[in-house]
Each structure stands twice: as C-alpha cells, then as structure tokens.
C-alpha cells in the first residue's frame, strides 16, 4: 500500500511543479515595480559614469520601469538603450520577487585621454572612443598633437596599454605627443627631459633600450644631465646634453 502511494506521489509532482510555475508566472506578471536597483561596477580605478545619470537616461528615454508590472517590462529593451551610451560597457537588468528591478551597468575603463585640433576624447581598452565625462576626472596619461580617431585607435592604443600594463613604464612616462610627421615624443614624469621615440613600429624594444639607461646610466649620471633622449634607431640611445 505504501508503495503504491510513493508511485501515486511522484506521478503527481511533475503536475504540481507546472501547475506552481503557472501560477508563479501569473502573480509575478502582475507584480508592480516599486524599486529599481542600480549597481555600477568597476569604479575603483575610475568613475565616468553615475547612478544619477543612469536614472535620468531611464526617464529621458521612457524606459523607466517603476510603477510598471511586470509584464510591461521589457528588460531587453532596457539593457539595449542604456547600451548606447558610449560610458558603458555591459548592461543586465533582471526582475525578482518583491518588486525590485535590478539593473547591473559595468562602465567603459579608458586608458587614455586625448586632445587633438577637433577636441578632448577618451579610448579604452577596446579601442572604443568615449566622451570627456561632465562630471568626473580621470587621472589618465595624456596624448596630445596631430591624433585622428583612427590613428588613435590602431597605433596609438597598442602603446598605451604597453605603458599602463608595465608597472615600471606606467609610472615614468606622463605625457604622448604626436607631430605632424606621426613621430611620438614623450614626456616622463622624473627628469626634464624629451624622449624621441619615433615612428610606432617597434616600440617595445626602444622602450627596453631606454629601460637600460634609465636603470644603469641616469642613477649615476643624474635625471636632468639630457636634454633629449633619441631611441628612434634600432639597438641605439643617443643621448644629447643639456647646454649649460
């Protein structure tokens, strides 16, 4: 008898299961947003965005979904909206039980700041260019002179984050300039000095050259001796004297 009650038991479980999914899809259908939970990563190295602005996009484009129920919630359309902003890099937004919609917003991380003749512009590390932020500062090496978009995306970016992954590099140089004839000069942060790196090509092995004079000439030598530092020339570092 009591197995054939276990039998009975278990053919009916799969029933009850879909029956309670049923219902559970009814009721939270009808469930009203009365909560919407921003939660913005990545801002521990840099903030470009804020969860005021989030808001205000969500109300500027007719996508906020407070007040809604659950079933005039389109969170596709959520997460296709605030993609395009260009400070953002993912989007999730999801519904629980309760009310509450969360929406998860992971922000673009730049890796450098650049102005050139048309302006003032960020690119991260997917090459993806971003806006000057209204509201924050981003403390980033800066690129400076004759920088198109694309220059600045295929040559430049592969630099950049050279210089950013390298703890040594990352903090010595501060500053990129670009000439008219796309040679790169730079300016590090200790010594008052001009680094004429060049053409881009081959940079890691000019920068490793100039490593070597930085760890076995300057300390003896002092930072300031050299005006410039030419690494320009393949297994080369001509190096030319402050006039006195």
Known sequence: MKKIFKYILISLLPGYALLSLALYASETGQTECNRVRIDLKDTTKAQ????????????????????KTYDRINTEEIETELL??????????????????????????????IIN???????DKEAQIMPTPKNFTVYLPL???HISQEYARTKLLPLALYLRQDEFWNAQIEQIYITPQQDIELIPRIGDNLILLGKIDNFEQKLANLRCLYEQIMPEVGWNKYDTINIKYNNQVICTRRRS
Do not use: W
Request: proline content about 7%; overall charge positive.
């Open 48 to 67: 470009i965005i804020s969860i005021p602005e989030i808001r205000q996009e969500l109300r500027d484009k007719q996508i906020d979904p407070t007040g």
């Open 117 to 123: 003749a048309q302006g003032s512009f960020y690119i």
């Open 84 to 113: 395009k902003n260009r400070m953002v890099s993912s989007v999730q937004c999801y519904k629980t039980p309760g009310g509450t919609v969360h929406i998860d917003v992971t922000q673009r991380q730049p890796v450098l700041r």
């Open 143 to 145: 690129a400076t002179g």
